[in-house]
């Protein structure tokens, strides 16, 4: 079994800096791609961005590319999500997963590629 956990969200203006973090326990070792989703209320989870097992290739929806980055720290089991310059538009729950097996990266744009979800952790941006 692989756990995460996400945290790092909060409140805050458009324009302002945020940093997500998702740190991976149990199974570790067999983490492969990892990705980032949001979601708001009524509507389907949306891709945000993936990263690769290693983390030397990276994917961004055109809603976020420019502005959020994606990275993993393997010696931390923790994959981050940089978001600057955000805006209203990215309040939204965001959630981490993760897949034990490799697959395209645009096979990781779709929420069920992923087997195993965190909590999520709650973004607002106000105007």
């Known amino acids: 079994q692989v756990q995460l956990v996400e945290s790092g969200g909060g409140l805050v203006q458009a324009g302002d800096s945020l940093r997500l973090s998702c740190t991976v326990s149990?199974?570790?070792?067999?983490?492969?791609?990892m990705g980032w989703f949001r979601q708001t209320p009524g509507k389907v989870r949306d891709f945000v961005a993936s990263t690769s097992r290693f983390g030397d290739m990276s994917d961004y929806a055109d809603s976020v590319k420019g502005r959020f980055t994606i990275s993993r720290d393997m010696g931390k089991n923790t994959v981050y999500l940089q978001m600057n310059s955000l805006k209203p538009e990215d309040t939204a729950v965001y959630y981490c997963a993760t897949r034990t097996s490799l697959i395209s990266l645009t096979r990781l744009r779709q929420w069920d590629a992923y087997e195993y979800w965190g909590q999520g952790t709650q973004v607002t941006v106000s105007s």
């Open positions: 149990g199974r570790t070792g067999s983490v492969y791609q």
